[in-house]
Nanobody
Framework: VQLQASGGGLAQAGDSLRLSCAAS????????VGWFRQAPGKEREFVAS????????YYATSVKGRFTISKDNAKNTVYLQMNSLKPEDTAVYYC??????????????WGKGTQVTVSS
């Protein structure tokens, strides 16, 4: 399975961006898919996850209410809609599958990462 993350870029505080994570090689069926991010000098952290089959979602406290994770079954793609962006959201964003629980990646598959930079 290959995961391709895209959609990052430059934004100003308060702006919105949408990230995509498309899977090839197999469907996400049966997986929980997550988004993670890593800021310079910091450890990678959980952002959001979604159960592909049931659609249940879970968010890190820092993004809850601002970010929305969703999926498109037909496109085999998971999205992360990021609204009200803040400078502290600046990081490289990664998608990953499958997950254990709602916040932990198994290390099975990771996307390459897409840079999000938010200026004040």
């Amino acid at each position: 399975v290959q995961l391709q993350a895209s959609g990052g870029g430059l934004a100003q505080a308060g702006d919105s961006l949408r990230l995509s994570c498309a899977a090839s090689g197999r469907t996400y069926s049966g997986y929980r898919v997550g988004w993670f991010r890593q800021a310079p000098g910091k450890e990678r952290e959980f952002v959001a996850s979604i159960n592909w089959n049931g659609g249940s979602t879970y968010y890190a406290t820092s993004v809850k209410g601002r970010f929305t994770i969703s999926k498109d079954n037909a496109k085999n793609t998971v999205y992360l809609q990021m609204n009200s962006l803040k400078p502290e959201d600046t990081a490289v964003y990664y998608c990953a599958a499958p997950m254990v629980g709602v916040t932990t990646a198994t290390g099975g598959y990771w996307g390459k990462g897409t840079q999000v930079t938010v200026s004040s």
